[in-house]
Every structure is written in structure tokens, then in C-alpha cells.
């Protein structure tokens, strides 16, 4: 679910997780699972799984 709710970040769609109006990661917050921060500040420099070549 971290590669998910990443990839907006990651593609440029959103600057911070939170912002994506259609993601899952709204339902974790609410469930007390995640915090609205969550991955706020994190470095997303990365394959994430992705071919690298």
C-alpha cells in the first residue's frame, strides 16, 4: 500500500500524499492507521520497485 500511496507523489500528480482527492490513504487516516503527515517529508527518490537499466 506504501508503493500506492506514493505514486502520485512520485508522478508529480499531488506534492504530499494527503492531496490526492481518490486515494485509499484517506480511508488509513481516518481508520487511525496512518496520519494525515505520513510520507509528508520523506525523500522519494527511488526505483520503488521499478526496473532500473
Known amino acids: 500500500m506504501d508503493y500506492i500511496?506514493?505514486?502520485p507523489v512520485k508522478h508529480a500528480?499531488?506534492?504530499q500524499?494527503?492531496?490526492g482527492p481518490y486515494s485509499?490513504?484517506?480511508r488509513y487516516?481516518?481508520?487511525g492507521v496512518l496520519?494525515?503527515?505520513w510520507?509528508?517529508?520523506e525523500n522519494l527518490d527511488g526505483a520503488f520497485g521499478e526496473a532500473v537499466g
Open 39 to 41: 510520507a509528508g517529508e
Open 13 to 15: 500528480h499531488v506534492e
Open 29 to 31: 487516516v481516518r481508520e
Open 35 to 37: 496520519t494525515p503527515a
Open 17 to 19: 500524499v494527503v492531496q
Open 5 to 7: 500511496h506514493r505514486n
Open 24 to 26: 485509499s490513504f484517506h
